[in-house]
């Protein structure tokens, strides 16, 4: 059973918003309140843990299903997002008579060496990580746990571990070959200043891509602009006062990135997709961009999520099986951000 924020508020005499605040990495917080907020939710996860241990008649040990946050990116956007895939995957992992731990491990405020070591003393019998913002050098701790590791959103090739993710290149090349069809070749694609495993990859394949269709060289059509709405939003306003020069279409690397980019659009009353054309990476919220019915290329998250625990406790089993990668195509929602222009080429 998770705690709630004002089950925490209320035992530790401070305000639901300073846990939250605590909880989900955001400014607000002294340290000291964040680390008594951060060590008090983790005494009572481990108390529900060994009376829902005792009370068992059966358990095989613990699935743990860590969520690594190196610098709190993805934590900002996913927050209060987890809950409905926990329970999922806990109905997963209670069927196959295991116990699931979700933890979420804050690299700048947390000791690594006490998870570590709160992983052996719980008994975890595998671990599923949700990876998007590791780096390779921080899987090697957990090969000492010894036990079956799966990744999510990340590939760690020396340490030859089992990984889910999204196709980004297949949906890169869906997004360019989309583009093409209608007509364009000046492509620029938006990018956010952080370097996590999926942004690198679709960057890559947005120069692959462009090579292929024979768009020219791509590798100075990406432009960089920030890692919040906020900042997005002024580096967007400041390239279109420089110009765009004759840029046709924009690919939107993130959420993050049509957000800010699409209000810097917006407000310059720059028609989409007549004067400029628009696809996205990765979905939002349809109230998001007033006016604009964005184009997506759409990757899957809960489905991939729940797999690759199922996979990971068939692992646990010893089921003697090879490395494996399984990468989730992506789809693309047509919406009415992209001009045709092939429709009034040589007519």
């Known amino acids: ?183 364009h070749s000046h492509i620029v694609y938006l990018a956010e200043t952080i370097d996590i495993f999926n942004f690198v990859e679709r960057r890559e394949a947005f120069i692959l891509e462009m090579a292929k269709r024979q768009c020219g060289d791509a590798t100075n059509r990406i432009r960089h602009l920030g890692s919040n709405v906020e900042d997005v939003y002024a580096s967007m306003r400041q390239y279109l006062n420089e110009g765009i020069k004759g840029t046709t279409a924009f690919v939107l690397e993130s959420s993050v990135i049509s957000l800010g980019a699409g209000k810097a659009l917006l407000e310059r009353q720059i028609r989409i997709p007549r004067d400029v054309s628009l696809i996205g990476f990765d979905a939002l919220p349809p109230v998001s961009l007033p006016g604009i019915d964005l184009t997506l290329i759409k990757g899957t998250h809960t489905k991939r999520h729940l797999a690759a625990i199922r996979h990971l406790i068939r692992h646990i089993e010893g089921d003697d099986e090879e490395i494996v990668r399984i990468y989730y195509k992506t789809r693309l929602l047509e919406g009415k951000s992209v001009f045709d222009k092939a429709k009034y080429i040589y007519r």
Do not use: H
């Open 1 to 183: 059973m998770r705690i709630k924020a004002k089950e925490i508020a209320k035992e530790l005499g401070i305000s639901p918003a300073t846990v939250s605040l605590a909880l989900n990495d955001r400014p607000g917080v002294s340290p000291q309140t964040r680390q008594q907020i951060l060590d008090y939710v983790r005494e009572k996860e481990e108390k529900q843990f060994f009376e829902q241990m005792q009370g068992t008649k059966i358990c095989k040990g613990t699935v743990m299903m860590l969520n690594y946050i190196k610098n709190g990116i993805i934590m900002e956007r996913s927050a209060g997002q987890p809950s409905a895939l926990v329970e999922e995957a806990e109905r997963a992992v209670s069927f196959a008579g295991y116990q699931i731990c979700y933890r979420i491990y804050q690299e700048r405020t947390q000791s690594l060496s006490d998870l570590l070591e709160d992983c052996r003393r719980m008994n975890v019998r595998g671990i599923y990580i949700m990876a998007a913002e590791m780096r390779q050098g921080d899987i090697y701790p957990f090969l000492d746990l010894k036990v079956p590791i799966v990744i999510g959103d990340n590939l760690f090739y020396e340490a030859g571990l089992d990984s889910f993710l999204i196709d980004n290149r297949e949906g890169i090349e869906r997004c360019v070959d989309y583009l093409v069809d209608k007509g």
